[in-house]
């Protein structure tokens, strides 16, 4: 996976909005796509790609995602499985450096 990945990726995510989500989870997945979303960009502009600690936090956020997404509607779905991609694709770029 190379940058190239990640930017159509994030390209795709930044076009939709912001699903409705019934669930007393809203806050903490809100939370979710601001620090996914904060690496990707970090990621983007930095030559130097993720340092461990951003990595180690990306992997935490993709646990959670994965924790809160399995009570919400099918309609939300796909919008918190592409920030789970995203998440998941910046680890696996940083490994394959």
């Given at each position: 996976?190379?940058r ?10 930044k076009e939709?909005r ?7 989870h809203?806050?903490p997945?809100?939370t979710?796509?601001t620090?996914i ?16 600690q951003?990595i180690?936090?990306?992997k935490d956020?993709?646990a ?10 099918e ?8 920030l789970?991609?995203?998440g998941?694709?910046l680890?696996?770029t940083?490994?394959?450096?």
């Amino acid at each position: 996976m190379d940058r190239d990945a990640v930017l159509s990726l994030w390209e795709s995510h930044k076009e939709e909005r912001w699903p409705r989500v019934e669930s007393q989870h809203e806050g903490p997945l809100m939370t979710l796509d601001t620090v996914i979303s904060g690496c990707v960009v970090y990621f983007l502009d930095s030559p130097e790609g993720l340092d461990t600690q951003r990595i180690r936090i990306l992997k935490d956020c993709v646990a959670d995602l994965d924790n809160l997404t399995s009570e919400l509607d099918e309609d939300c779905g796909s919008y918190f499985q592409r920030l789970r991609q995203l998440g998941a694709l910046l680890i696996t770029t940083h490994h394959a450096i």
